[in-house]
């Protein structure tokens, strides 16, 4: 017996002895569970992936929608800026118009107050003058009925 005889039925008593023990079922489950647990994880990493990809659909969209309002805030803010520099201006042209009526009416009241006073001293003027040329003219009585007479006169052409 030589030394490749007890090698052979070295390597046959541990063939024998691992078919015995079922060694090749043990690691046809551990490998079989190993895939499974691979597998599992490969379905739960797709499974996050589509999550993940659905949460950056709806994050992108969110974004749009955002930026989209927030252009409209803007335009928004925009317009109201535009109206309210428009209705300062009118207002403020009407307000200059408004002072510029107000200050001509103002300027031809004081004219025709001026122009009625140059009459009422003219008229005293002049009835001063008549009284005193009539009263070196005529006697007391005639002259109060004419300076009545006059004064009565120049009353209706005045009115």
């Given at each position: 017996?030589?030394?490749?005889?007890?090698?052979?039925?070295?390597l046959?008593?541990?063939l024998?002895?691992?078919?015995y023990l079922k060694v090749?079922?043990?690691?046809?489950?551990?490998?079989d569970?190993?895939a499974?647990?691979?597998?599992?994880?490969?379905?739960e990493?797709r499974?996050?992936?589509?999550?993940?990809?659905?949460?950056?659909?709806?994050?992108?969209?969110?974004?749009?929608?955002?930026?989209?309002?927030?252009?409209?805030?803007?335009?928004?803010?925009r317009r109201?800026?535009?109206?309210?520099?428009a209705?300062?201006?009118?207002?403020?042209?009407?307000?200059?118009?408004?002072?510029?009526?107000?200050?001509?009416?103002?300027?031809?009241?004081a004219?025709r107050?001026?122009?009625?006073?140059?009459?009422?001293?003219?008229?005293?003027?002049?009835v001063?003058?008549a009284?005193?040329?009539?009263s070196?003219?005529?006697?007391?009585?005639?002259?109060?009925?004419?300076?009545?007479?006059?004064?009565?006169?120049?009353?209706t052409?005045?009115?």
């Open positions: 017996m030589d030394a490749t005889f007890w090698a052979t039925v070295a046959v008593i541990f024998v002895l691992i078919a090749p079922g043990m690691l046809g489950r551990s490998l569970q190993r499974e647990k691979i597998k599992a994880e490969l379905e990493a499974r996050l992936r589509e999550e993940a990809q659905q949460l950056l659909a709806e994050y992108q969209r969110k974004r749009k929608e955002a930026e989209k309002e927030a252009a409209e805030i803007v335009e928004h803010a109201e800026a535009e109206q309210f520099v209705e300062a201006k009118e207002k403020s042209e009407e307000y200059v118009a408004r002072r510029t009526a107000l200050a001509e009416q103002k300027i031809a009241q004219e107050d001026a122009v009625n006073e140059v009459r009422a001293r003219a008229v005293d003027l002049a001063e003058s009284r005193s040329v009539l070196a003219k005529v006697d007391a009585k005639a002259d109060a009925a004419l300076f009545a007479e006059s004064l009565e006169q120049l009353r052409r005045l009115n």
